[in-house]
């Protein structure tokens, strides 16, 4: 399974870093949740995909993205660390 979250959380991160928006970014965090949801990829190794996306997209640099990239950078963090709560908070 690492595998395979190595290379869904690097194409979600290349979806993510060209968004036009935040509800872009958004929508794209949204259906990859709900992609894992429909895989039954919950509980433990949900929450180990979002934490991988957390640290993957915790070291990307601001020096190599320009400003919109780096937004959506940490936009993304902190719907992943909203989303890593509500598992929690579930479990």
């Not at 290349?14 to 970014?25: D, F, H, R």
């Not at 601001?62 to 908070?89: C, E, G, V, Y």
């Amino acid at each position: 399974m690492s595998a395979t979250i190595n290379e869904y959380s690097a194409k979600l991160i290349n979806k993510i870093l060209p968004a036009a928006s935040q509800e872009e970014v958004k929508k794209m965090i949204d259906e990859s949740m709900n992609g894992l949801e429909q895989k039954k990829i919950i509980g433990e190794m949900a929450i180990n995909f979002v934490d991988h996306m957390v640290t993957e997209l915790e070291l990307l640099s601001p020096m190599n993205k320009d400003a919109q990239q780096w937004s959506n950078i940490q936009l993304s963090k902190i719907i992943f660390h909203r989303i890593r709560h509500q598992f929690t908070a579930i479990v």
